[in-house]
């Protein structure tokens, strides 16, 4: 199993919906959440994080993080062609330097 | 702006060439990461730095090294390059304990 799980997609949703994203994972110890983005030909460039359990927005996203359950998400609003990119969750312990990363989602959304 | 630089975007390499990927960051970051990008297998930790001249391994070591003789400077070598390296690798830095990771734009390396 490993450490960090994500749907591949690629996923294509109409613009105007609202996509969710989702990470499980299987380290208790993460604390740190993170959510990137990566444009095709790009690097990944950080989208929110969340310190533990909870909520956060931003805008139009949506972050959610659930450890009970190992599981978090992230939804977009209104979503729009420029939202399209591959999305990847990242996750760290307290006090360690290294991230883990899920592999990503391919999202499209079309006109 | 912050920025992470690397040396080139894409990259062609004979099998058995020393290849060097360099990485540059203007943010005074004491840590810098390298990764490797493959599809379906997201980002995979080769080595990171925590600060000059420290290193240590990540996840998947073996085949490569690195150096760091300036803050700002993190240089990934393949000894001898096989086909299996071919890839998309990633440099990233951040500040000590931080939750953000800077990355550059990729090189692109094809080893034929």
């Known amino acids: 199993q490993k450490e960090v799980e994500q749907d591949p997609g690629p996923l294509s949703v109409p613009e105007g919906a609202i996509v969710s994203l989702n990470c499980t994972y299987s380290n208790s110890a993460f604390q740190y959440f993170m959510w990137y983005r990566q444009y095709s030909r790009k690097g990944p460039e950080l989208l929110m994080y969340?310190?533990?359990?909870g909520n956060k927005e931003d805008g139009r996203f949506t972050a959610q993080v659930d450890k009970s359950s190992k599981y978090i998400s992230l939804f977009i609003r209104d979503s729009q062609p420029s939202d399209s990119a591959t999305y990847l969750c990242?996750?760290?312990?307290?006090?360690?330097?290294?991230?883990?990363f899920g592999p990503g989602t391919r999202l499209s959304v079309l006109p | 702006d912050v920025k992470v630089t690397q040396s080139s975007r894409y990259l062609v390499k004979r099998t058995g060439e020393k290849v060097f990927l360099e990485c540059v960051q203007d943010m005074d970051h004491e840590n810098m990461f390298w990764y490797r990008q493959d599809p379906g297998l997201g980002l995979r930790l080769i080595y990171f730095s925590y600060d000059v001249k420290m290193k240590e391994k990540g996840d998947i070591p073996e085949g490569y090294s690195v150096s760091r003789e300036k803050k700002e400077r993190f240089s990934l070598i393949l000894e001898s390059a096989s086909t299996n390296q071919t890839s998309m690798y990633l440099c990233?830095?951040?500040?000590?304990?931080?939750?953000?990771?800077?990355f550059g734009p990729g090189t692109r390396l094809t080893v034929t």
């Open positions: 969340t310190y533990s359990s």
């Open positions: 990233a830095s951040s500040h000590g304990g931080g939750h953000e990771q800077y």
């Open positions: 990242a996750m760290r312990e307290n006090y360690g330097q290294n991230f883990v």
